[in-house]
C-alpha cells in the first residue's frame, strides 16, 4: 500500500476542486489533487452554457445585487444569504482570472467577455465559450495546476475518510489501475467531489456521480442539509433510448429557442407563477423583443427558473399533449438562422446530428426532464468552506447552501470558482497551523481493506442489477413530483436493497474492474438515495426542486428551515434547524418571501378544454 | 421530424480484445441483444451486464465531452460514445480494441500517462500586461482561431493514429505529438502571451518528425485541423525563426 503525506489533499479534479488545490498550492501547502477519472474529465468538462458573473460586459445596469436577488428568488429563499451574497461579489474576479490564465471567452464588438441569456438571470450574464465553457474551464485549470507542479493521482478512489479524535487525519482509496490501496495522509482535506446523479436512470451526469463525498463526510461526522432538493433540468434528450436524458443547454433557449407542445403551442405562457410575474412576459410578441430589449420588456417564460419549467413540461406530457416520445418540443429551427445556431450551439448541433439524426437548424428537437443537479450536500459555513469535521472543507457540488432550494444555471460554474478557492485558501491556512496530520488508526485501515476486498469473495448479488433497481427505485418514487405514499414505498425499498447490497459480489480481480468499483459505488449512492427520499418525506411542502403532489403550495413556515441529515450510530438521522436569517439591507433588495398560494405549476392554467391536468 | 426505429439486426457480435498484456490477451465474442440508436459504448455496457461483469472500458460523459472512452473500432480510432452501430456494417462482428500507441492496462483501456508527461514540458501562457483601463481586450476574430484548438477534448486519438508514435516506441522520448502541436499553436497563436516556445517546438518537441501525412487530422472528433491549422504554421514559424538570417540576428542580440 502507498502512503504518502500531505499538508492539504483535495478529493475531486472538477472546476471547485481544481481550483480549490491551485490556491492550497499558491498558499505554500503540499498538495495533492485525487479523482476517480483521468485528469482533465472530471464532469465540469461536460458544463456547456457558461458562467454567471456580473461583469456588466453588455448591460451596464448588471451589479452584484442584482445577481444575488436573481440567484436568491432562484433558490426559493432558501439559500444560505451570505454564501450567495459572496458569490455574486467574487464571481466577476474569478472569471477575469481565469483569462490570466489563458482561457478565451467569446468576445463583444468592444473586445470584451461577451454574456449570454439563462433561465432566472435578469440580464445577459453568462461568460462563455460557444456551448462548451466547462471544458475552457476545465483544460485552464488544469493547465495552471500543471505549471505550479501539484501531484495528480488520477484513476484513484477515495473510499474513507480518516479521523483522529474527531479532526481530519487522511483518507483511503484504491488506484483503479492496479486494484491497491493508498493512504494519503492529510492536515486538511477538501471534498470536491460532485453530485449524485447516478442514483436515477434518466440523467445528465456521468459515472462519477454516485455521491460518494457526501456518504464519506457523513460518515466521517459532517452535516448534510436540503438532500430533498434535487434538480431536474426541463431539457434532456428524450430520443433515442440510448441517449435518454444528455443534456440540452438552457443555452437553446436562452438564444431564442422555444418550447412547444405536440400543437406547436408555446405553452410556458401558461406556466407563469406569481412569484415571477412582475419580470415575465405574457405575450409571446413581449417575449420575442426582449431578447434584443430587455430594458422596455420583460424576459420570456422560456427562461423561468429550472424548476418551473421542468413541471410545466412534465404537466404537459401527462395532458397529453407532449412529443412522439414522451418529450416537448425545443425549437430554434424556425427562429434562427442555420448560421446562427451552427456558431452559438456547435456541440448541440453535433449532438442532435450524431446520436440522433436530427439537423437542429431545420427541425425541433425533442426534449423532456433530466436529472442534472444537487442543490443538497455538505453543510459549511459560508465563508470558509469548513464543515463541522475540524480539517474537512467542501466546495462545489458536494457542498450545500448556495442555491438554496433550486439552482439557476450558470450559477453553478461561478460558485466552483468562488467557494473552490475559499476552501483552498482556508484549508491550507487550517494545515499551516497544525504541526502534523493525525494519527492514522491502523483499525480504520484494516476494516477499509476487507469492505474493499469483501465483493470480491463472495459470489453474491449483481452490482449491475443493484444499480438498475436503484435507479428505478430513485426515477419511479423519487422524482418530479412527490407524495407520501410513494416516498414511503422508495425508503421501504431502499431498505430491501440494502439488505441485498450486503452481499454484494463481484467477479474478477482488482485490476480495472468495472463491475467490482461500481459495487463499491454503491454504497455510497445507497446512503445518499436514502437521504433524498426520507429528508423529501419530511418537508410537507412544495418549493424550488422538491414538489410534493400532496402539499403544493410553499409554506413560509418550512421556508425559515433546513432539513439536516446526521450519522448516528450506523444510521441517518433527521432534523430540522433553522435557516440562516438575512440582514435587513440584503432582504430589501431580495423582496418578498412567496405567498402560501404561489407555487406553481403543478396545476397548469392552461385554457380549459385543452384535456387534462396534470 | 420523429424517425422511425432504425431497422436492422436486433443481434450484434462483439469482438472485444480481453487481456493484461498484449502478449497473452485474445478477442472474445459476445452476441448482444441491440435497439435502436446505439452506440459502441452502449453495447459494451450490455456486454458488461450480462456475461463480462469485469470487462474494463474507460469512460465518462458519454456524450462525446471528455474524450475518456477511446479505442479502435474495427480497426479505426473512435470515441466509442460518438459510434452509432448504425454507422457500421452489422452483418459481421465488431471489432473493438484498445489504443495500439499506449500501454494496455486491461482489456479495452490503455496507460495514457506519456500525455500527461508530455503536457509538463510544455511552458505555461504568459500573458502580455493588461490595457490602460484594466481590461484585456481581445476580438471574436483573434480568439476564433485559437478557439479551434481548445476545442481539443484529449482523447489522444491523434496521438495513437499518429505513425511516428505507433510504430516506434523509440521516437516517444522526443516527440511530443499532434494534440501537444495543437496545444503548442493555442499557446503561440493566443493574442496575450508573450512567451516563446518554437525553438522547444523543434528540438524538444520534435516537430521535423513530422511528415504532414494528416492521420491525426482524419481521427480528430473535433474536426480540428490539425495539421493545416496547427503544425504547418508553426513549422513555418520554426522556418522563419530559425533558417532566417535576420531573426536568427535579432534572436542572438535579444538573447532569446
Ligand atoms: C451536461 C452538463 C452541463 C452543465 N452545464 C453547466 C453550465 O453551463 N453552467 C453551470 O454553471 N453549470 C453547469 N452544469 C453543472 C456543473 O457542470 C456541475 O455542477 C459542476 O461542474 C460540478 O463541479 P464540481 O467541481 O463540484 O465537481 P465535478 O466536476 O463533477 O468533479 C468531481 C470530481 O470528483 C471526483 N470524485 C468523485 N468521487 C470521488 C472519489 N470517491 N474519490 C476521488 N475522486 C472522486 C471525480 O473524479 C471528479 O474529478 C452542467 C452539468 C452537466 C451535467
Ligand atoms: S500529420 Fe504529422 S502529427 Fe499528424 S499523424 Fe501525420 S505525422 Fe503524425
Ligand atoms: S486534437 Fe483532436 S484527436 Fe487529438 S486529442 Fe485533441 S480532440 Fe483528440
Ligand atoms: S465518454 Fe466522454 S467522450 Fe466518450
Known amino acids: ?614 | 421530424m420523429t424517425k422511425a426505429p432504425e431497422a436492422g439486426p436486433r443481434e450484434v457480435t462483439m469482438r472485444v480484445w480481453r487481456g493484461e498484456d498484449r502478449a497473452s490477451g485474445a478477442f472474445a465474442d459476445h452476441r448482444v441483444a441491440v435497439d435502436p440508436g446505439m452506440v459502441i459504448l452502449d453495447v459494451l455496457f450490455r456486454v458488461q451486464a450480462t456475461s463480462a461483469p469485469d470487462l474494463a472500458v474507460r469512460w465518462n460523459c458519454k456524450a462525446g465531452k471528455c474524450g475518456s472512452c477511446s479505442a479502435e473500432v474495427n480497426g479505426r480510432p473512435r470515441l466509442m460514445c460518438m459510434t452509432r452501430l448504425s454507422s457500421l456494417p452489422l452483418d459481421q462482428p465488431i471489432t473493438v480494441a484498445p489504443m495500439a500507441t499506449f500501454p494496455l492496462v486491461r482489456d479495452l483501456v490503455t496507460d495514457v500517462s506519456f500525455n500527461y508527461e508530455k503536457a509538463k514540458t510544455i511552458p505555461a501562457f504568459r500573458p502580455a500586461p493588461k490595457d490602460a483601463d484594466g481590461t484585456r481586450r481581445m476580438y471574436q476574430e483573434e480568439v476564433e482561431r485559437v478557439q479551434e484548438f481548445h476545442k481539443c477534448i484529449e482523447c489522444f486519438l491523434c496521438q495513437d493514429v499518429c505513425h511516428v508514435i505507433r510504430d516506434h516506441e523509440e521516437n516517444k522520448e522526443a516527440f511530443a505529438g499532434p494534440r501537444f502541436f495543437v496545444r503548442l499553436a493555442a499557446l503561440e497563436m493566443h493574442p496575450l502571451d508573450t512567451n516563446d516556445r518554437i525553438e522547444l517546438a523543434r528540438a524538444k518537441h520534435g516537430l521535423g518528425y513530422c511528415n504532414i501525412t494528416k492521420c491525426c487530422t482524419e481521427v480528430c472528433p473535433e474536426d480540428i485541423h490539425i495539421t493545416d491549422n496547427a503544425i504547418i504554421p508553426l513549422k513555418e514559424r520554426v522556418v522563419t525563426e530559425f533558417y532566417d538570417p535576420l531573426v536568427w540576428a535579432k534572436r542572438r542580440l535579444l538573447g532569446r
Open chain 1, 1 to 614: 500500500m502507498d502512503d504518502l503525506e500531505y499538508d492539504v489533499v483535495v478529493i475531486g479534479a472538477g472546476g471547485a476542486g481544481m481550483r480549490a488545490a491551485i490556491e492550497a498550492k499558491a498558499q505554500g501547502a503540499r498538495t495533492a489533487i485525487v479523482c476517480k477519472s483521468l485528469f482533465g474529465k472530471a464532469h465540469t468538462v461536460m458544463a456547456e452554457g457558461g458562467i454567471a458573473a456580473a461583469l456588466r460586459n453588455v448591460w451596464k445596469e448588471d451589479s452584484w445585487q442584482v445577481h444575488f436577488r436573481d440567484t436568491m428568488r432562484g433558490g426559493k429563499l432558501l439559500n444560505h444569504w451570505r454564501m450567495a451574497q459572496i458569490h455574486a461579489q467574487e464571481s466577476p474576479d474569478r472569471v477575469l482570472e481565469l483569462e490570466e490564465w489563458g482561457a478565451m471567452f467569446d468576445r463583444t464588438p468592444d473586445g470584451l467577455i461577451l454574456q449570454r441569456d439563462f433561465g432566472g438571470h435578469r440580464y445577459a450574464r453568462l461568460a462563455h465559450v460557444g456551448d462548451r465553457t466547462g471544458l475552457e474551464m476545465i483544460r485552464t485549470l488544469q493547465d495552471r495546476a500543471v505549471e505550479l507542479g501539484i501531484d495528480v493521482l488520477m484513476e484513484c478512489t477515495i473510499q474513507k475518510l480518516l479521523t483522529d479524535d474527531g479532526r481530519v487525519a487522511g483518507c483511503l482509496g484504491y488506484l483503479r489501475q492496479s486494484g491497491e490501496m493508498v493512504l494519503l495522509r492529510a492536515k486538511a482535506i477538501v471534498l470536491a467531489t460532485g453530485g449524485i446523479g447516478k442514483c436515477w436512470r434518466v440523467t445528465s451526469n456521468s459515472w462519477e456521480y454516485t455521491g460518494d463525498g457526501m456518504a464519506m463526510a457523513l460518515e466521517a461526522g459532517a452535516d448534510l442539509i436540503d438532500m430533498e432538493f434535487v434538480q431536474f433540468h426541463p431539457t434532456g434528450m428524450v430520443w433515442p433510448p440510448s441517449v435518454r436524458g444528455i443534456l440540452v443547454t438552457e443555452g437553446v433557449r436562452g438564444d431564442g429557442g422555444t418550447l412547444r407542445n405536440k400543437d406547436g403551442e408555446r405553452f410556458m405562457f401558461w406556466y407563469i407563477p406569481d412569484f415571477f410575474r412582475e419580470e415575465t412576459a405574457d405575450t409571446e410578441a413581449e417575449a420575442d423583443r426582449w431578447y434584443d430589449n430587455k430594458k422596455d420588456n420583460r424576459r420570456t417564460p422560456d427562461l423561468l427558473p429550472r424548476d418551473e419549467v421542468a413541471r410545466a413540461i412534465n404537466t404537459e406530457v401527462k395532458a397529453g399533449r407532449g412529443s412522439a416520445h414522451g418529450g416537448v418540443l425545443l425549437d430554434i429551427a424556425s427562429r434562427r438562422s442555420p448560421e446562427y445556431i451552427r456558431s452559438r450551439l456547435p456541440s448541440m448541433y453535433h449532438q442532435f446530428k450524431e446520436l440522433a439524426d436530427i439537423d437542429i437548424t431545420k427541425e425541433p428537437m425533442e426534449v423532456g426532464p433530466t436529472l442534472h443537479y444537487m442543490m443538497g450536500g455538505i453543510r459549511v459555513d459560508p465563508d470558509t468552506q469548513a464543515t463541522t469535521v475540524p480539517g474537512l472543507f467542501a466546495a462545489g457540488e458536494v457542498a450545500a447552501g448556495m442555491h438554496g432550494s433550486n439552482r439557476l444555471g450558470g450559477n453553478s460554474l461561478s460558485d466552483l470558482l468562488v467557494f473552490g478557492r475559499r476552501a483552498g485558501l482556508h484549508a491550507a491556512q487550517h494545515a499551516n497551523a497544525q504541526r502534523a496530520p493525525g494519527a492514522v488508526d491502523p483499525a480504520d485501515v484494516a476494516a477499509t481493506e476487507r469492505r474493499l476486498a469483501a465483493p470480491l469473495e463472495r459470489a453474491g448479488e449483481d452490482p449491475y442489477a443493484l444499480h438498475h433497481d436503484l435507479q428505478a427505485v430513485m426515477q419511479d418514487l423519487v422524482g418530479i413530483i412527490r407524495t407520501r405514499t410513494e416516498l414511503d414505498e422508495a425508503a421501504r425499498q431502499l431498505g430491501d436493497l440494502r439488505r441485498r447490497y450486503d452481499r454484494v459480489g463481484a467477479k474478477g480481480g482488482r485490476r480495472y474492474n468495472p463491475g467490482w468499483n461500481l459495487a463499491l459505488d454503491l454504497a455510497s449512492m445507497l446512503t445518499v438515495a436514502e437521504a433524498v427520499a426520507r429528508s423529501a418525506a419530511l418537508r410537507e411542502e412544495s418549493r424550488g426542486g422538491h414538489t410534493r403532489g400532496d402539499f403544493p403550495n410553499s409554506d413560509p413556515e418550512w421556508g425559515r428551515k433546513n432539513v439536516v441529515a446526521r450519522w448516528r450510530d450506523g444510521r441517518i438521522e433527521l432534523t430540522t434547524e433553522p435557516l440562516a436569517q438575512m440582514p435587513p439591507d440584503l432582504a430589501a433588495i431580495v423582496g418578498s418571501e412567496p405567498k402560501a398560494t404561489e407555487q406553481t405549476a403543478v396545476e397548469s392554467t392552461a385554457p380549459a378544454g385543452l384535456g387534462g391536468h396534470r
